[in-house]
C-alpha cells in the first residue's frame, strides 16, 4: 500500500525547478563552507544560502546598475561640438595675418525632451530592479521544495528503521512462539519477507537521498555529493489570511506587476517624447573667423534649428502608442492570470491543511490503535499474524502519509508566497495551530 506513496513522491519536478534556472557551471566548494559545522539544515539557512550563491542574481543586478547608469545618460545634454580650421597659404605670407576659424556650438533640445528620456530611463531601471525580486521569489520557492523533500527523505527514512524494528520483533515473537509449538512456521517467515522488503527499501531512500542531495547542491553551487546536514523540522507556519485580501495585496506587491507598470509609465513618457519630437531642436554657436578683413565681423554667434519632417515623426508616435497599447493588455492580462494563480494556489494550501489534521488528528492515532489491539489479540492468541502484519502496515502508510502531508504543505505554501508575490503578503499574523 505504501507503494504508492513512493512511487507519486519519486517524481521530477524539482528536477525540473533547478533545470529553470540552468546547470550553471559548479565550482569545487571548500570542504569546510559552514554547513558541516552545522548540526541540521534549516530552512531558512538553505533559502539565504540559495540566495548569495546563485549566479543570475549578481548578474541581473549589475543590468539593473547598467540601467540606472542609463539615466543620467538619457537626461544629459549632447556634448558640445568644437571646429578649428585655419588657411594653410596665409601662414608666413607678407602682409597678410594667419587665416583662422575656431567655432563651438551646442545643441538644445526642445523644452522638456531631455525631462522625459530621463523619466522613461528610470522607469525602466524600476522594472529591471523588479526582475531581480522575481528571480528571487523564483529560487526562494525552488529552495523551500527542495527542502521538503530533504526533510521528507529523512523522515522516510526514519520512519523505514522504525517498522523494520517492530517487524524484526515480529519476527522474533513469531519464532518463539513457534518454538513452543503455539504458532505456525509460516508466521515467522512472513516477517522475514516483511522485513526483507524494508531492507530493500533502504537501497531505494538511500539512493532517493543522494538524488535530492545532488539537486540542493545545484542550487547552492556545490559539488552534487558534497555532504550536508540533516533537515531540520519544518518551520511553523502561519494563519492564512483570506483570499481576497491576497488578491487585493498581489496588486501592490508582485514584482512582476510592479515591473509591467513600470514599463508601462516608461511607455508613456516614450508616447509624450514622440509628441515632443514634432518640435525643433536648437543649436546655438559661436564663431572666430580671422578672415574677415573687419575685426568687427570676425566674432559671430547664431542659433539653428532642424525642420522636423512630419511624416516619420507620426510614424515614431503611432509606434510609441502602440506599444504603449500592448503593454497596457499584458498588465490587465498578466493580472487576471495572477490572481487566478493566487486562488489555486490558496486552494492547494488549504486542501495540504485539511489532509495534514486529518492524518494527524484522526489517521496516526487509529492505526496506532489498530496494531496495538491486533499486536495484543495476536499475543493472547485470539488474532492471527497476518492481521497483525496488516495494522503494521496501516500504521507505516499513516506515518508515512503524515510526513507527506507535511511535506506538500511546506512546498504549496512556498509556492502561494511566490504567486502573491512574496511572503510579506503573509507575514504579521498568528500560528497555524498545528503540531510539526
Known sequence: MYNKIFLWWLRP?????????????VMAAPVDDGFNREPQLTSARLVDAVLNRNPDIPAMQAAWEAAQARIEQAGALNDPMMSYAFAPQ?????????GQKLSISQHLP?????????????????AAHEGIEQTRLKLTEAAKSAFADWYF????????AINKSLLQ????????????????????????????????RDIVLERRRREVLAVLNTLLQRQPDAPLPPPSNLPDTGVLPAVAE?????????PELRALAARLQ????????????FYPDFRLAAEYNSLWMR??????????INIPLPGKHRAAKDEAQAILMGLDLTRQARMSEIMGEVQQAYDRVRESEHVLSLYQNRLLPLAEENLAAARSDYEAGRGNFLDMIGAEKNLMQAQLQLEQARTDHHRRLAALERTVGGPQALQGIQSWGIKQ
Open 90 to 98: 596665409t601662414a608666413g605670407a607678407s602682409g597678410m595675418d594667419f
Open 246 to 254: 491576497l488578491r487585493t495585496a498581489v496588486l501592490e506587491v508582485h
Open 295 to 304: 575685426d568687427e565681423q570676425r566674432f559671430t554667434v547664431g542659433v539653428g
Open 153 to 160: 527523505v529523512h523522515a522516510a527514512i526514519r520512519v523505514n
Open 169 to 200: 520483533e515480529f519476527r522474533n515473537n513469531a519464532e518463539i512462539k513457534y518454538s513452543a509449538g503455539r504458532a505456525s512456521k509460516q508466521d515467522a517467515l512472513r516477517a522475514e519477507v516483511e522485513v526483507a522488503l524494508l531492507e530493500h
Open 110 to 126: 526642445w523644452p522638456g525632451k531631455r525631462e522625459l528620456r530621463g523619466d522613461a530611463a528610470r522607469f525602466e531601471s524600476e
Open 13 to 25: 519536478g524539482i528536477v525540473m525547478a533547478c533545470l529553470a534556472f540552468g546547470w550553471h557551471t
Open 266 to 277: 516608461a511607455s508613456r513618457q516614450q508616447v509624450a517624447l514622440a509628441e515632443r519630437e
